[in-house]
């Protein structure tokens, strides 16, 4: 089979967000070569005061989130009434669709916050459909110990890793996306089949891959849509998410936390929402 080559490298950069919550953020809306991500941000302090004002309620429209936690404790509220909570291990999907307004509140565990949140397109035919919610459990994501060492933690997606067929309990993401958080002892390498033609993104958060190319910290790592292997290599102790997805192939119209097609589509979630009919 093909090997993928890496063909964009994207830096990530500090910033904030919610009630001051200090975070490392990915904004992919105009990169069309990450289509079907959106965005990932990285939640990472041992400082309470960098992350309990937390996300207050604020909506969305037209996309999914994941969020994915390592270390910490969320509470998810929306006003379809949903309360859920994911702590260490855990994730959450939410799919946005015609709207949904919710907050996500940390809570102390284990001292100290690490995770990450994802947004995900919805395309055209399904942005307008009803919101949809899910916590998983540290206890339902699957972990593979691989041979040489390391483990991949399966939250998203059918994988065949190193023989083994296995199955994240996340099945109902948005253009198909599949997700993976793999640990990678040093010298050590991991062969992961892909369909041509699907999307594959890797965030390094911790450690540094074998890629030919000087790279900065916590980068983002875009793959050709050519090949059906994605082979990664450890240059030190390495962290990182694997991303897939399909392609949507449709134009973006981005303004905070809707993401639409067109401007008038914005339009219409701002004025949907400063009337009240937000998610009707």
Do not use: C
């Amino acid at each position: 089979m093909t090997q993928r080559s890496l063909e964009n490298i994207i830096r990530s950069y500090p910033s904030s967000d919610g009630d001051g919550v200090k975070i490392r953020r990915l904004a992919l809306f105009n990169q069309r070569d990450a289509d079907p991500f959106l965005m990932l941000d990285e939640l990472v302090s041992d400082d309470e005061a960098d992350y309990m004002g937390g996300f207050p309620p604020h909506p969305h429209r037209g996309m999914e989130t994941l969020t994915y936690l390592r270390k910490g404790a969320l509470i998810h509220k929306d006003h379809m009434g949903n309360r859920g909570e994911i702590r260490s291990g855990g994730a959450q999907w939410m799919s946005a669709g015609r709207g949904i307004i919710h907050s996500e509140m940390p809570e102390l565990d284990q001292g100290g916050l690490h995770g990450f949140q994802l947004w995900i397109n919805m395309p055209a035919k399904d942005k307008m459909s009803a919101p949809d919610y899910r916590d998983v459990p540290k206890s339902e994501i699957p972990v593979v110990t691989l041979d040489g060492g390391g483990e991949v933690r399966v939250l998203a997606g059918d994988w065949k890793i190193e023989n083994k067929q296995v199955t994240g309990p996340l099945d109902k993401l948005a253009a198909n996306a599949s997700y993976l958080d793999v640990t990678l002892p040093e010298g050590s390498e991991l062969t992961l089949p892909v369909a041509s033609g699907k999307r594959a993104i890797v965030y390094v958060y911790k450690g540094e891959l074998v890629t030919g190319h000087s790279v900065p910290e916590k980068p983002l790592l875009i793959y050709s849509t050519h090949g059906e292997e994605l082979v990664l290599q450890a240059k030190s102790n390495a962290n990182l998410l694997v991303l897939t997805g399909d392609p949507i192939l449709e134009p973006v119209a981005h303004y905070g936390p809707f993401v639409m097609n067109t401007q008038e589509e914005i339009e219409q979630a701002i004025k949907d929402y400063n009337s009240g009919q937000f998610g009707r």
